[in-house]
C-alpha cells in the first residue's frame, strides 16, 4: 500500500526549477506585479498561504499552489486534510480553510495554471455540493501515517464553469 508523506510533497511543492516556473507565471498572469514573496513561516502556510504577490500601486495578494503530478482531466478538492474517525479526529481540508485570495492550481505535464477565486471556488461549492457528491463520489482516501485526507475530483470544465456563474449573478432573486 502507498503511503503519503507530508513531508515528502512539501518537499516536491518547493523544487525550487517549479518555483521560478511559478513565478514567471505570476509575472505573465498578473499585470503590475512587482514583488514575490515566497512565505516560509509555517503558521502562515497552515493558512493555505504560500507566497504573497506585490503590485506596484501597494496591493497585496495571497496564493496557495496546489501541483497534480498527473492530468486527470479533474480538479481535486480537499474536503478533510485529516480524517481519523476512529481516534476522533476531523479536520476540514484547504477548500473550507484555505485564507488564501487564490489558489493556483497547476497540472505540471500540461504545463497549464487554473488561478482560482477562493471565495468564488467556496461559493461554487456552497452551490452546487449536493449534486457534484452524488454525481462524483469522493475518491479513495489518500492514506498517510496515522489518517487519511478526503478529496473529491471535479471536472475542470464543470468546476470552471460553475466559479464563472458565481462571478456573474442576479442582483436581485
Not at 493555505?48 to 482531466?73: A, M
Not at 481519523?84 to 485564507?99: D, S
Request: proline share 4%; with cysteine; aromatic share 12%.
Amino acid at each position: 500500500m502507498k503511503w503519503h508523506d507530508f513531508q515528502t510533497d512539501l518537499a516536491y511543492s518547493l523544487e525550487e526549477r517549479e518555483n521560478e516556473m511559478f513565478d514567471a507565471f505570476y509575472y505573465r498572469a498578473f499585470p503590475g506585479l512587482q514583488r514575490i514573496e515566497l512565505v516560509t513561516d509555517i503558521a502562515t502556510q497552515r493558512k493555505g498561504i504560500d507566497k504573497i504577490l506585490t503590485f506596484s500601486n501597494g496591493q497585496r495578494v495571497t496564493v496557495d499552489e496546489k501541483k497534480r503530478r498527473t492530468d486527470y482531466g479533474d480538479i481535486l478538492l480537499e474536503l478533510w486534510s485529516v480524517w481519523a474517525p476512529e481516534k476522533g479526529v476531523a479536520k476540514l481540508g484547504w477548500l473550507y480553510t484555505a485564507q488564501c485570495d487564490y489558489i493556483v492550481y497547476a497540472i505540471m505535464p500540461r504545463n497549464i495554471a487554473y488561478v482560482l477565486p477562493t471565495l468564488l471556488l467556496r461559493a461554487a461549492w456552497a452551490t452546487h455540493k449536493g449534486e457534484w457528491l452524488k454525481k462524483y463520489p469522493e475518491l479513495k482516501p489518500a492514506r498517510n501515517k496515522g489518517y487519511v485526507t478526503r478529496n473529491i475530483a471535479i471536472p475542470a470544465d464543470i468546476l470552471l464553469n460553475a466559479i464563472y456563474r458565481e462571478m456573474r449573478n442576479k442582483m436581485v432573486s
